[in-house]
């Protein structure tokens, strides 16, 4: 069985969790101690993903890089979102202004790959919320985009290998 290599970023404002949730899907770890990624973090990941149309798992190795968060070094950031097959926009349930920046970060993938990049929308820190205040947050900001989106939480690890999974099944099945 052979192994196809794909490059994903993890994108957003700093301080969403974007280093935990790569934490928490690589290694199976968290912290709450808060490291702020200079540039980028790159780590690597094995799966095994039954993708449609195939008989047999396919291994897809995953080359995730998490990129640092600090919106002023855009012109920085485009090369390193440059050749990534997907990503994973992710924005702070408990802070506002990282939700409104999704599209930002998004277009900003887009332009980076005219010919096209998956992507995945991820609401992490849940696990900060109430079940009411997070009903009330999700229902005002219906975010589509045409866009799969979770609710994630790297603390307890809610959603995060899903997140990552329906990624690669979405680059897996791109023309």
Same mark, same amino acid.
């Given at each position: 069985?052979?192994?196809? #290599? ?13 280093? #935990?949730?790569?934490?928490?899907? %690589? ?12 540039? %980028? ?18 291994? +897809? ?5 998490? %990129? ?7 012109? +920085?950031?485009?090369? =390193? ?20 920046? @999704? =599209?930002?970060? @998004?277009?900003? +993938? #887009?332009?980076?790959?005219p010919r096209g990049v998956r992507a ?8 900060? @919320?109430? #079940?009411?205040k997070l009903a009330t947050v999700l ?7 045409? %866009? ?21 099944? @979405? ?5």
């Amino acid at each position: 069985m052979s192994i196809i #290599s794909k490059k994903i970023c993890l994108v957003g404002d700093f301080g969403v969790g974007k280093t #935990s949730l790569m934490r928490r899907f %690589v290694d199976r770890q968290f912290s709450d101690r808060y490291l702020s990624t200079i540039g %980028v973090k790159i780590s690597r990941k094995i799966v095994r993903v039954a993708a449609p149309q195939r008989l047999e798992c396919q291994k +897809v190795q995953l080359l995730i890089w998490d %990129v640092e968060g600090q919106t002023k070094f855009q012109p +920085v950031e485009q090369n =390193y979102l440059r050749g990534c097959a997907g990503a994973i926009v992710v924005a702070d349930l408990s802070r506002q202004d990282t939700i409104s920046r @999704l =599209y930002e970060h @998004l277009n900003l +993938v #887009s332009l980076a790959n005219p010919r096209g990049v998956r992507a995945i929308a991820a609401f992490n820190k849940s696990d900060l @919320l109430t #079940s009411e205040k997070l009903a009330t947050v999700l229902q005002e900001k219906k975010y589509s985009q045409n %866009v799969p989106t979770y609710i994630t939480s790297a603390k307890t690890g809610k959603n995060v290998e899903q997140i990552f999974q329906k990624l690669v099944c @979405l680059m897996l099945d791109k023309p």
